[in-house]
Every structure is written in structure tokens, then in C-alpha cells.
């Protein structure tokens, strides 16, 4: 399976933003489906993720202004950024995993600023 991520873009503080990550195939069979982000210089960090239960777990950094939602039917995961702040500006990356699988998608750049 390939993973398409779109949607990052420029915003201002304050402002939202909604990720989108299209698979090729289905997503019903990985365990969990997750968002990671990574700033220039720094190493990729966990933002998001959901498991096949519908349960999610956030970075302490998004929680209570991220949200992350799949459309099984649609083969997609969302992940739906509120309040966006400036240290919130990284390329996006979407993630796909199990036990004998790690799909990685190229990554979408989110800038927040003024």
C-alpha cells in the first residue's frame, strides 16, 4: 500500500488546518494509523495516532487541538489541526503499521506564522 498525504499549507496562529492521508489500498488490516511530524534539525516526533479500535493517543504537545478521525470506506485518515501555533510548523508525515508492515507517506509541510 502507498500513502498520499495532503493539505499542509500556510496559516496563521490560531488558524486550522486538515490533514489527509489517502491509501492505495485498504487501511481496515494495520493496527494503527498515525501522524509524525519533523522540524529542520530536529528528529521526527510522534503527533497522533489511531489503532484499529477506533481508540487515539496524542503527543502532550497537540492534545485538546488535534484530532485524528478515518473514513475506512475511503481508505483515508484525517488529522484535524486547531489553534495552530508557530511551533507546530514541520513537514507531516502519515504512518501505517503492524507487526510486519511500516508505510511510510511523503510528508506534507504545515508553516504557521504570521
Known amino acids: 500500500v502507498q500513502l498520499q498525504a495532503s493539505g499542509g499549507g500556510l496559516v496563521q496562529p490560531g488558524g486550522s488546518l486538515r490533514l489527509s492521508c489517502a491509501a492505495s489500498?485498504?487501511?481496515?488490516?494495520?493496527?494503527?494509523m498515525g501522524w509524525y511530524r519533523q522540524a529542520p534539525g530536529k528528529q521526527r516526533e510522534f503527533v497522533a495516532r489511531i489503532i484499529r479500535s477506533g481508540s487515539t493517543n496524542y503527543a502532550d504537545s497537540v492534545k485538546g487541538r488535534f484530532t485524528i478521525s478515518r473514513d475506512n470506506a475511503k481508505n483515508t485518515v484525517y488529522l484535524q489541526m486547531d489553534s495552530l501555533k508557530p511551533e507546530d510548523t514541520s513537514v507531516y508525515y502519515c504512518?501505517?503499521?503492524?507487526?510486519?508492515?511500516?508505510?511510510w507517506g511523503q510528508g506534507t509541510q504545515v508553516t504557521v506564522s504570521s
Open positions: 489500498g485498504s487501511i481496515f488490516g494495520f493496527s494503527q
Open positions: 504512518n501505517a503499521w503492524s507487526l510486519s508492515i511500516d508505510v
